[in-house]
């Protein structure tokens, strides 16, 4: 019997079943507002245009992180590579200021106010920064579209994936 075949199982979970199959690169978003630190993995993002240079992300409004989010307007989003799994795996065991004592965590500083003191993560692939110009509420989550700002690093080395609830690698196929 196939997964749609089957009545037991709700609609929500089947769509997250099938929808495991869905690599992607793992990112972690973090704000700052009043000193109070939160980070996430995140894995609901993706580009939406060049021009102007912007994404989405979006957040659970359950999520710890999403009252921080939604008071700072701004946020960093670094994308996490293949030799920083032990700090995905420890940002998914731990919640508020215990996911910032693994990783190489940095306060942003560029002279514009909007994502000054915003935290990220130093040796990620990159790390953009972003002021939220427009969100959506949908379901059990805010969409979040942020205008990036500014960019740190340039996505060089090989990124951290997930797809299938686990974390791996980028692996050539062919020649």
Request: charge should be positive; proline fraction near 3%.
């Amino acid at each position: 019997m196939t997964l749609a075949m089957r009545h037991d199982i709700s609609l929500a979970e089947r769509f997250r079943t099938a929808w495991r199959g869905m690599g992607s690169t793992v990112a972690v978003v973090a704000a700052e507002k009043d000193g109070r630190r939160q980070a996430m993995l995140a894995t609901s993002v993706a580009s939406v245009s060049l021009d102007p240079p912007s994404l989405l992300v979006c957040v659970n409004r359950n999520a710890s992180m999403y009252a921080t989010l939604a008071a700072r307007g701004a946020f960093s989003l670094s994308l996490l590579a293949a030799r920083q799994e032990p700090l995905a795996h420890h940002l998914a065991k731990h919640s508020g200021e215990a996911r910032f004592i693994e990783g190489d965590w940095q306060v942003h500083r560029s002279g514009d106010p909007c994502i000054d003191g915003l935290p990220w993560l130093c040796g990620a692939l990159a790390s953009v920064f972003c002021r939220i110009e427009d969100s959506l509420d949908y379901g059990t989550h805010r969409i979040h579209v942020g205008r990036v700002l500014a960019v740190s690093g340039d996505g060089t080395c090989d990124p951290l994936l997930h797809g299938g609830g686990r974390f791996g690698q980028f692996r050539a196929v062919g020649g």
